[in-house]
């Protein structure tokens, strides 16, 4: 069983705790999806109840009781954030190594492990060198190697396309019988007929709810919708679609002609031509390991490639050009901050662009009341949520106010609340004539609000009009 009791907690610089007097149970080999709005918890509470939390993460902490699991296994949010190693085979290998298997035992262990999620890659390869998605399913061999006997789920499929989300979610509940499991997730379709019990907690960190998932949907949906948990019916209170003016040629350009990218002395991607224009949003889709964040390294200068691309019909080809009209958010927020509050990363940037020192206070009052960071906004950056990290990551790329702006998959991590209030973001700057380029797995987004659609597949980029691909 895993339990606490009467949990306190609340971050160094933060305004108010994370929890107060919170309690919670798990039985054995039970199921339960954790549910809450971005901010209220989650993964703190996972840390806590798995012992990260105090044990490796020194947090001020009190509590009248608490039992874990000494046996468990955890899925971070970010991959790269639990592994130790620089190869695949070694990462693996290392996991064996701590529960004394023998070496001959090894290669099978690790190969079905790999098999199981899917991940097909030369185990000698650097993990440095995976996508996001295959950084994940690696994650997830990692927890299927230690046979935990409690399990915790942060996002465990946030990086992954639809069929492999879909796929893996089918793998995990085939191995999780003999298991205690507690989740985090936002793509709950999968999962939301196959747990025993969903946890709502609200933004102070109190659970208010605790039921069978039937029980939740049929009593607390418009709480849900409320506090921007995605449930079976959240689209239904999604943002329309709108019409965008025509694309603005004149206004900003950008050209790829002839182009290779490149990933070592391998072919990843091949492009004959492709134009970007002002007032576009292009949404980028493709299975894991694809190519999909290399492409918008390669439009930011930041891989090579062979081939020519233009800005404004000027050939460029240095990252300090590409930087003057473009802004790259990557998928991990935590590469881009460089102050220690949230507040001051978003006003450097504002601080830079307005001449009024007021002017520049306002726009970044605004922002963080439009992405809901007000009430973290004393706080250092790496301490927040993966959530909040990721809309402040988009904050501070709006307040560039770039011609172009880069993101890949921003809405990963996110409430319901939080992806609409950025989707209503995203059409304002499109409306006002700033392209947009996703990289994104969500079917619905994908449907609804592009202008255009691009797709990476046998390693070529390919534009989808309708239901094929041209």
């Not at 069983?1 to 305004?15: C, F, H, S, V, W």
């Not at 490639?305 to 080809?317: A, E, P, Q, R, V």
């Not at 996110?414 to 973001?425: E, V």
Request: hydrophobic share 35%; glycine share 4%.
């Amino acid at each position: 069983m895993i339990a606490t009791k009467n949990l306190r907690l609340k971050y160094p610089n933060g305004q108010k705790k994370i929890f107060d007097n919170l309690s919670i149970q798990i039985k054995d080999k039970e199921k339960v999806l954790l549910l809450g709005p971005s901010g209220s918890g989650k993964s703190t509470l996972l840390n806590v109840l798995s012992g990260i939390v105090p044990n490796l993460i020194d947090l001020p902490i009190k509590y009248d009781e608490l039992e874990i699991d000494s046996a468990s296994g955890v899925i971070f949010q970010d991959p790269d954030s639990q592994f130790c190693m620089p190869k695949v085979y070694e990462e693996l290998a290392f996991v064996l190594e701590n529960q004394q298997v023998p070496q001959e035992e090894m290669h099978n262990r690790i190969n079905e492990a790999l098999n199981t999620v899917g991940l097909n890659v030369d185990t000698n390869q650097y993990i440095n060198e995976l996508s996001g998605g295959m950084k994940q399913k690696l994650a997830i061999a990692e927890t299927i190697l230690q046979q935990a006997t409690t399990l915790f789920l942060d996002e465990p499929t946030a990086m992954l396309d639809v069929e492999s989300t879909a796929d893996l979610w089918q793998k995990i509940q085939s191995l999780w019988q003999d298991q205690t499991v507690l989740i985090v997730e936002h793509k709950v379709e999968h999962i939301w007929q196959h747990v025993d019990r969903v946890i709502l907690m609200n933004y102070d960190g109190a659970i208010i709810a605790d039921a069978t998932p039937s029980h939740i949907l049929t009593h607390y949906e418009t709480l849900l919708t409320e506090y921007g948990v995605w449930h079976p019916n959240a689209w239904a209170s999604a943002p329309q679609t709108i019409q965008f003016p025509n694309p603005d040629t004149a206004r900003f350009n950008v050209q790829i002609q002839n182009t290779v990218i490149k990933r070592g002395k391998n072919k990843l991607i091949e492009i004959p031509h492709l134009e970007i224009s002002a007032g576009e949003w292009i949404s980028v889709t493709g299975s894991n390991g694809s190519g999909k964040t290399s492409l918008l390294e390669s439009i930011m200068q930041l891989i090579n490639y062979d081939g020519k691309m233009y800005i404004n019909h000027h050939l460029y080809s240095k990252i300090k050009t590409a930087a003057k009209h473009m802004y790259l958010v990557y998928q991990n927020p935590e590469l881009q901050f460089i102050t220690n509050s949230v507040y001051d990363e978003i006003h450097i940037q504002n601080n830079n662009k307005f001449n009024s020192t007021d002017e520049a206070k306002q726009h970044t009052v605004s922002l963080l009341k439009t992405l809901n960071l007000t009430s973290v906004q004393t706080q250092h950056p790496y301490e927040l949520s993966m959530g909040q990290k990721r809309r402040l990551s988009v904050a501070i790329a709006l307040s560039a106010e770039s011609d172009l702006i880069l993101l890949d998959e921003p809405t990963f991590g996110l409430d319901s609340h939080n992806t609409f209030n950025l989707i209503k973001l995203f059409q304002q700057r499109v409306t006002q004539g700033q392209t947009i380029i996703m990289v994104t797995h969500d079917p619905e987004i994908i449907a609804r609000y592009p202008t255009r659609r691009l797709h990476l597949e046998h390693h070529h980029l390919v534009e989808k009009t309708g239901d094929t691909y041209v």
